[in-house]
Nanobody, 126 residues
Framework: QLQLVESGGGLVQPGGSLRLSCAAA????????IGWFRQAPGKEREGVSCISSSSASTLYGDSVKGRFTISRDNAKKTVYLQMNSLKPEDSAVYYCAAEYFGCRPRTITVAHFDYWGQGTQVTVSS
């Protein structure tokens, strides 16, 4: 059974950093693009970043460009999201998701992803 598990969320002060992890179980992570999404209360789920199966391409949402970095270690079956210079508006539940056909060139869209984790809460507050 294909499973994704997020970890690394928590409470951090504005300007701080967190690293989220997305661990895969039950499938070969190396065949899938992985996306990170977030959803704040009362808002739609937003695409944050995507990384191709080979790490050859990455994509970021406008609101996180220059602050977040996505990476992966297929041997460890884990994808990471390094989040720096965090702002209160980054507070949300963060989800990772898997997509067999790769990242789309310009968008990170919920409908393109087939398998989802349960999410991890990130709260940025002083």
């Amino acid at each position: 059974q294909l499973q994704l598990v997020e970890s690394g969320g928590g409470l951090v002060q504005p300007g701080g950093s967190l690293r989220l992890s997305c661990a895969a179980a039950g499938f070969s992570l190396g065949y899938y693009a992985i996306g990170w999404f977030r959803q704040a209360p009362g808002k739609e789920r937003e695409g944050v970043s995507c990384i191709s199966s080979s790490s050859a391409s990455t994509l970021y949402g406008d609101s996180v460009k220059g602050r977040f970095t996505i990476s992966r270690d297929n041997a460890k079956k884990t994808v990471y999201l390094q989040m720096n210079s965090l702002k209160p508006e980054d507070s949300a539940v963060y989800y990772c998701a898997a997509e067999y056909f790769g990242c789309r060139p310009r968008t990170i869209t919920v409908a393109h992803f087939d398998y989802w984790g349960q999410g991890t809460q990130v709260t940025v507050s002083s």
